[in-house]
T-cell receptor
Framework: GAVVSQHPSWVICKSGTSVKIECRSL??????MFWYRQFPKQSLMLMAT?????????EQGVEKDKFLINHASLTLSTLTVTSAHPEDSSFYIC?????????????FGPGTRLTVL | ELKVEQNPLFLSMQEGKNYTIYCNYS?????LYWYRQDPGKSLESLFV?????AVKQEGRLMASLDTKARLSTLHITAAVHDLSATYFC??????????????FGTGTRLTVIP
């Protein structure tokens, strides 16, 4: 149980285009989902926290208009990188916290590698 | 802001040897997680530590938590090549700060050599 999927696994796009990444909790409901980015050989950096049915909370320094997050249901959150540029190339990982869980354990998706040319 | 530091950052060890990775954090928390990450992959949950004095073991890995010292350790016994990966600790400060999210350590990149 507690499986999180991400789609796509990797994506290569041209500069200036937008890319949407989906994060799904497959066998549980997730009240909260988190989006991280990870640069090579670095730790995870939290970008935003997404609660179902409400606006995402962004970490300081993360542009809301560039990284659009939608958490439309208890099993799906999407991250759209708008007008992507090469500096947005990174490994994006989502995680989900199970509804009704009594602690903050998060279940991580397999990640999406974004390369912007 | 809560800081989580891991030590060492890089570790190269021979097969069969033992070693300990340390995770120090700067605020009260009695919940801590350890994850493993292989190159190009996402995080795999290893241990969930939920109270002071918690100790968990799985195979050659053992994790412990000392909330008074704000320290967790990940001990590797008789290392094998398959353990080569990056290990992250993550602190859950929800009861101390109300924060919803985990705070990740810097990671320890372990290489086990024959």
């Amino acid at each position: 149980g507690a499986v999180v999927s991400q789609h796509p696994s990797w994506v290569i796009c041209k500069s200036g285009t937008s890319v949407k990444i989906e994060c799904r909790s497959l066998d549980f409901q997730a009240t909260t989902m988190f989006w991280y980015r990870q640069f090579p050989k670095q730790s995870l950096m939290l970008m935003a926290t997404s609660n179902e049915g409400s606006k995402a909370t962004y970490e300081q320094g993360v542009e809301k208009d560039k990284f659009l997050i939608n958490h439309a249901s208890l099993t799906l959150s999407t991250l759209t990188v708008t007008s992507a540029h090469p500096e947005d190339s990174s490994f994006y990982i989502c995680s989900a916290r199970r509804a009704g869980g009594f602690y903050n354990e998060q279940f991580f998706g397999p990640g999406t590698r974004l390369t912007v040319l | 802001e809560l800081k989580v530091e891991q030590n060492p950052l890089f570790l190269s060890m021979q097969e069969g040897k033992n070693y300990t990775i340390y995770c120090n954090y700067s605020t009260t928390s009695d919940r801590l997680y350890w994850y493993r990450q292989d190159p190009g992959k996402s995080l795999e949950s290893l241990f969930v530590l939920l109270s002071n004095g918690a100790v968990k073991q799985e195979g050659r890995l053992m994790a412990s938590l000392d909330t008074k010292a704000r320290l967790s350790t990940l001990h590797i016994t008789a290392a094998v090549h398959d353990l080569s990966a990056t290990y992250f600790c993550a602190v859950d400060p929800i009861f101390a700060t109300g924060a919803n999210n985990l705070f990740f350590g810097t990671g320890t990149r372990l290489t086990v050599i024959p």
